[in-house]
T-cell receptor, first 116, second 117 residues
Framework: KAGVTQTPRYLIKTRGQQVTLSCSPI?????VSWYQQTPGQGLQFLFE???????NKGNFPGRFSGRQFSNSRSEMNVSTLELGDSALYLC???????????????FGPGTRLTVT | AQSVAQPEDQVNVAEGNPLTVKCTYS??????LFWYVQYPNRGLQFLLK??????LVKGSYGFEAEFNKSQTSFHLKKPSALVSDSALYFC???????????????FGKGTKLSVIP
């Protein structure tokens, strides 16, 4: 079974621009989460989507947004990029079972975003 | 709010020796705990999880973890370290209360494991 895929793998943008990152979850996984990883702050939760609905959002400004499509693929968008947005952005997917087993998240390789 | 602490930024161990990477947690209610490993320029790989049941959890690549409720700890262990185990290790706890059924992991800062040949 194919793993979580993220595109692009590397991205260089200029301050003030916007960027869209894409994530394809493992087949059958309907929960998709996004995390930001930086040397200073570590891994921080951005948001989680399930059935095209954002269920939870981390403590990030409104410049960070996302969406999920009917096939569970997800995108995240960062508008008006700042130098501090330079990070590895990780997408993770999981099975979901209401009231059932607690499944682990599987992570993609990440998108390395550099803002200059 | 829940939190995870990994008290050691770096752990050095000789190849063939046992290794331990420490993790303590703070949660409301039952803890759902995970260990992940990250190799350079890669995403996170799932190693193991504790949900309920036996306090000793076995995972991938010969790793295991011991859940200790009284000490609120979930230390990762391996009986015999390999040079290829050198990587960044993250302990995480799942937040079940941040939203209706939502899935959010809170991670520790990570511990860099170096296995010396």
């Amino acid at each position: 079974k194919a793993g979580v895929t993220q595109t692009p793998r590397y991205l260089i943008k200029t301050r003030g621009q916007q960027v869209t990152l894409s994530c394809s979850p493992i087949s059958g996984h309907r929960s998709v989460s996004w995390y930001q990883q930086t040397p200073g702050q570590g891994l921080q939760f951005l948001f989680e989507y399930f059935s095209e609905t954002q269920r939870n959002k981390g403590n990030f400004p409104g410049r960070f947004s996302g969406r999920q499509f009917s096939n569970s693929r997800s995108e995240m968008n960062v508008s008006t990029l700042e130098l501090g947005d330079s990070a590895l952005y990780l997408c993770a997917s999981s099975l979901v079972a209401a009231g059932g087993p607690v499944y682990e998240q599987y992570f993609g390789p990440g998108t390395r975003l550099t803002v200059t | 709010a829940q939190s995870v602490a990994q008290p050691e930024d770096q752990v050095n161990v000789a190849e063939g020796n046992p290794l331990t990477v420490k993790c303590t947690y703070s949660v409301s209610g039952n803890p759902y705990l995970f260990w992940y490993v990250q190799y350079p320029n890669r995403g996170l790989q799932f190693l193991l999880k504790y949900i309920t049941g036996d306090n000793l959890v076995k995972g991938s690549y010969g790793f295991e973890a011991e859940f200790n409720k009284s000490q609120t700890s979930f230390h990762l262990k391996k009986p015999s370290a390999l040079v290829s185990d050198s990587a960044l290790y993250f302990c995480a706890v799942r937040d079940l209360y941040s939203g209706a059924g939502s899935y959010q992991l809170t991670f520790g800062k990570g511990t860099k494991l170096s296995v010396i040949p």
